[in-house]
């Protein structure tokens, strides 16, 4: 994006934002269906080995997110991953990465609408799995055609609902494991993470196939980087958001897979429902599983929240850009960018079709075609990253006081393991549609920028 470019973006989107409202549309688009649901299929893969892979990943989660906010420290701007691909490694990047974001977060957006249809089965198990989503994508649709400030508010109070579950589940299960109480007390302890076959039950190779679940629980993250464009004092906020956002993910995550893999032995959870509602309906709490139930409706709703919102400004960046139609970077009376969300909420009925059609498969299939997008997404702001701290050491570029360490060994070290990540869906014949999926996706890209750069 060119500095002009960059002015308008930032003049025609309103600063709304603060900062409670960035760290908490971040957490809620991270902390979604990966946690609440996916996590359950992950335990059955690994065992508590499962908190190995979760402190791997949150490393070059750590280190991703300092790239970051050093990038946007330096410009904050909308569609911030695309801007730095295009500044510091070339125009098919950013091309190619504001694409390949937008896609990862429809279908990402689809695996949040295919949770909600799981769940509403836990008290209609014969209502179609597809209805509940397309009830859910068309509130959600409504929600984002607000003014920014009413969504970032929406959201705070969604997340915040998730963030006091999550604590509520660690401390009655820190209650439970010390002192003994309720029907699980007798056997609950931290024991239970070695004794039940061993801590990694299926050696390292179990660690490394949930590392795919687990690295799709953590997308979502870098939602900071989209809400650039339209926060309040962006050179304050960004990094302390940053900053504070890393660490509250790794601790809401291991934290609750900690205590519940504690209480309840990993071999004795259903891999086909929450950990969350099986341990509150184990405790015996009147209520407890349904009122559960709801808040991990919610938390797939809020994440899909966040992944309209995303869409819609990375489809408005890029227009600006000159890389999507004009008519993506038009905005509404309320400053908010209309089209790209109306076309992001048609493009995700698809999931609903797919839960009609292959509602068992739609979940692995979905969360693997998204998480290309989202390793895509991290590699290219690795990189953009090395190439842009280089500039700034030969002075072509304004350096900044907030800095990623061990550059440039962790870029590296990092695009490492995430290449790691991508071939580890060959492994699995459920997320090896991906490898089949991103070929075709790249390639489009590829005829799509080819095509656009003959045209006058």
Request: with cysteine; glycine share 10%.
């Amino acid at each position: 994006m060119t500095n002009s470019q960059a002015v308008a973006d930032e003049g025609a989107l309103t600063r709304s934002l603060k900062s409670r409202h960035i760290q908490l549309i971040a957490l809620g688009g991270t902390i979604g269906v990966g946690l609440f649901l996916g996590s359950a299929g992950a335990i059955h893969k690994a065992g508590p080995g499962l908190l190995l892979s979760y402190a791997i990943g949150g490393v070059a989660i750590f280190f991703i997110m300092r790239a970051l906010g050093e990038l946007l420290t330096y410009r904050p701007v909308a569609g911030s991953f695309a801007s730095y691909a295009e500044e510091f490694v070339g125009p098919f990047a950013g091309f190619v990465t504001g694409w390949s974001y937008w896609f990862m977060w429809v279908v990402t957006a689809m695996a949040e609408l295919t949770a909600i249809g799981i769940y509403v089965h836990f008290w209609l198990p014969d209502v179609p799995q597809w209805l509940p989503g397309l009830c859910a994508l068309a509130i959600l649709y409504g929600t984002n055609t607000l003014a920014v400030r009413i969504y970032g508010e929406l959201e705070f109070w969604f997340a915040l609902l998730k963030v006091i579950t999550i604590v509520a589940l660690i401390l009655a299960g820190l209650a439970v494991i010390f002192f003994k109480l309720g029907a699980l007390g007798p056997t609950a302890s931290f024991s239970n993470l070695w004794s039940h076959h061993g801590f990694m039950p299926f050696g390292l190779l179990g660690v490394l196939l949930t590392l795919q679940i687990v690295m799709f629980a953590y997308q979502g993250v870098e939602l900071i980087g989209v809400t650039a464009g339209e926060a309040e004092n962006p050179e304050v906020v960004l990094p302390r958001a940053t900053n504070s956002i890393i660490f509250r993910i790794l601790i809401f995550y291991i934290g609750a897979l900690v205590i519940i893999m504690s209480l309840i032995p990993w071999d004795q959870l259903d891999p086909n429902m929450s950990p969350f509602v099986l341990m509150f309906d184990k405790m015996g709490i009147p209520g407890a599983a349904n009122i559960i139930n709801v808040v991990v409706i919610t938390a797939a709703a809020s994440s899909c929240n966040g992944g309209i919102f995303s869409t819609g400004r990375m489809l408005y960046a890029l227009a600006l850009n000159g890389q999507a139609p004009k008519a993506f970077g038009r905005l509404s009376k309320r400053h908010v960018p209309a089209v790209g969300v109306h076309a992001s909420a048609a493009v995700m009925l698809i999931g609903v079709i797919l839960n009609y059609m292959v509602p068992k498969e739609v979940f692995t299939w979905v969360t693997s075609i998204s998480l290309i997008g989202t390793l895509w997404t991290w590699i290219i702001i690795m990189y953009s990253h090395s190439k842009y701290r280089q500039a700034a050491q030969e002075g072509r570029v304004r350096a900044v006081s907030y800095k990623m360490p061990a550059w440039p060994f962790a870029n590296w070290a990092v695009i490492i393991f995430l290449l790691i990540v991508a071939a580890m869906f060959a492994l699995d014949a459920d997320t090896r549609v991906a490898l089949y999926v991103a070929p075709f996706w790249f390639g489009l890209l590829g005829v799509g920028y080819y095509l656009g750069r003959r045209q006058p």
